[in-house]
C-alpha cells in the first residue's frame, strides 16, 4: 500500500466495498449519504494516485468516479480498471448525457449526471448491482493472485507506472 495511505489513513482504516473519487466536498456529503443510507462502508480518494493507491487493495466492489467538471475522457485509471479489475462497477459522474454516453463506452456500469445528481437513481444502481450478488463480490482469483516470481499487485504497479500514473514502483 502507498505510504502516503498508510500514513494519512492507516492500513486497519481501509474499509473497502466502495471508493468514491472525488475532489469535490459537496458532491462527496451527497454521495456519503447515500451510501451511509445503504450500508455500505466506503473509502474517500481525491486524486487518481490515491485511488490507485486504494485499488492495490484489490477489494472494491463499486467505485463511484467524478468527472462532472470536464467532459468524459477514457482515463488510465478507467483502462487499468478494465484491464487488471473488471469485477468492479464503476458508476461514472458526469457532466451531460453525451459524457455519460462516453462513460458507458469506456467501461462504466452506470451514470449520473452532475454534481446535484439524483440521489434516488444512485439507490437503484447500487440495488441493481447487489440482485447479483455473485456480481458484486470479486472473483476470488481476483482478489490476490500470485505467482512464485511476481504478485498481480506489483504487475498492476508496474503497468501503472509504465502508463504514467503513478511514481509508485
Known amino acids: 500500500m502507498p505510504l502516503d495511505i498508510q500514513e494519512d489513513i492507516g492500513i486497519s482504516n481501509v474499509n473497502g466495498d466502495t ?3 472525488t475532489r ?3 458532491t462527496f456529503e451527497r454521495i456519503e449519504r447515500v451510501l451511509t443510507s ?3 462502508v466506503f473509502d474517500w480518494a481525491e486524486t487518481s494516485p490515491e485511488g490507485i493507491g486504494f485499488l492495490t487493495l484489490a477489494k472494491y466492489r463499486l467505485i463511484i468516479y467524478d468527472q462532472s467538471r470536464r467532459s468524459w475522457k477514457i482515463t488510465g485509471l478507467i483502462r487499468y ?3 487488471y ?4 462497477k464503476i458508476v461514472a459522474l458526469v457532466r451531460d448525457q453525451s459524457s455519460g454516453e462516453n462513460a458507458l463506452k469506456c467501461g462504466a456500469f452506470q451514470y449520473l449526471i452532475g454534481p446535484n445528481f439524483d ?3 444512485l439507490q437503484s444502481y447500487i440495488s441493481s448491482i447487489r440482485v447479483d450478488a455473485d456480481d458484486f463480490r470479486p472473483p476470488v482469483d481476483q482478489v490476490m493472485e500470485t505467482d512464485p516470481h511476481k504478485s498481480k499487485q506489483e504487475d498492476l504497479l508496474g503497468e501503472l507506472h509504465h502508463l504514467g500514473l503513478t511514481s509508485y514502483k
Open 19 to 21: 471508493l468514491v473519487m
Open 81 to 83: 480498471l478494465n484491464r
Open 85 to 88: 479489475l473488471d469485477h468492479i
Open 119 to 121: 440521489k434516488k437513481q
Open 38 to 40: 445503504e450500508g455500505l
Open 24 to 26: 469535490n466536498d459537496r
